[in-house]
T-cell receptor, first 110, second 116 residues
Framework: QKEVEQDPGPLSVPEGAIVSLNCTYS??????FMWYRQYSRKGPELLMY????GNKEDGRFTAQVDKSSKYISLFIRDSQPSDSATYLC??????????FGTGTRLQVFP | DAGVIQSPRHEVTEMGQEVTLRCKPI?????LFWYRQTMMRGLELLIY????????DSGMPEDRFSAKMPNASFSTLKIQPSEPRDSAVYFC??????????????FGPGTRLTVL
């Protein structure tokens, strides 16, 4: 079993929809939780960062962490075609390494 | 300020040939990471350096892979001999231990490697 599990999709939604992306993990030592966005043929870029449990909001994006369930989510409100990308969750504990999910490919159509 | 620079952007080679991928991290960053990305396995960490010293190479698939960081501004990942199963996108990333966001890594554009 992988340390981080993520549904690869693809997920296809109409413009304006609310998108929910999720990851589960098995390592209870993880305390830093990130979402990276990767456009086609580009490197991943950090989108959201959360420490420990709770919610964090940034514009149309909300990141949630539930450590008791070992489950993290990224919500995108009022999705736009420019949100079409692959979204990777990433986690780390006390080490320098980030453990990535395989990524969920999102397509927002006009 | 320039981001992480990788070269070449694309590499097509034949099985058995030596391949060298290059990376220039962001100036001032003291960590450098090499990843491999495939559809099946996602983004896998191969090796990372701190202050030019290899810290963890447990992700390097086999002895055919080697990585060096001779100075703070340059690193190479070498595959010798290359095999078709090495075909993937290879990313280099760097970060600073003094960054506000712990463990935030900045990725280069990647090198798309195809081994025929």
């Amino acid at each position: 079993q992988k340390e981080v599990e993520q549904d690869p999709g693809p997920l296809s939604v109409p413009e304006g929809a609310i998108v929910s992306l999720n990851c589960t993990y098995s390592n209870s030592a993880f305390q830093y939780f990130m979402w990276y966005r990767q456009y086609s043929r580009k490197g991943p870029e950090l989108l959201m960062y959360t420490y420990s449990s709770g919610n964090k909001e940034d514009g149309r994006f909300t990141a949630q962490v539930d450590k008791s369930s070992k489950y993290i989510s990224l919500f995108i409100r009022d999705s736009q075609p420019s949100d079409s990308a692959t979204y990777l969750c990433a986690m780390s504990g006390s080490t320098d390494k980030l453990i990535f999910g395989t990524g969920t490919r999102l397509q927002v159509f006009p | 300020d320039a981001g992480v620079i990788q070269s070449p952007r694309h590499e097509v080679t034949e099985m058995g040939q030596e391949v060298t991928l290059r990376c220039k991290p962001i100036s001032g960053h003291d960590y450098l990471f090499w990843y491999r990305q495939t559809m099946m396995r996602g983004l896998e960490l191969l090796i990372y350096f701190n202050n030019n010293v290899p810290i963890d190479d447990s992700g390097m698939p086999e002895d055919r892979f080697s990585a060096k960081m001779p100075n703070a501004s340059f690193s190479t990942l070498k595959i010798q001999p290359s095999e078709p199963r090495d075909s993937a996108v290879y990313f280099c990333a760097s970060r600073s231990s003094g960054d506000r966001v712990p463990n935030e890594q900045f990725f280069g554009p990647g090198t798309r490697l195809t081994v025929l």
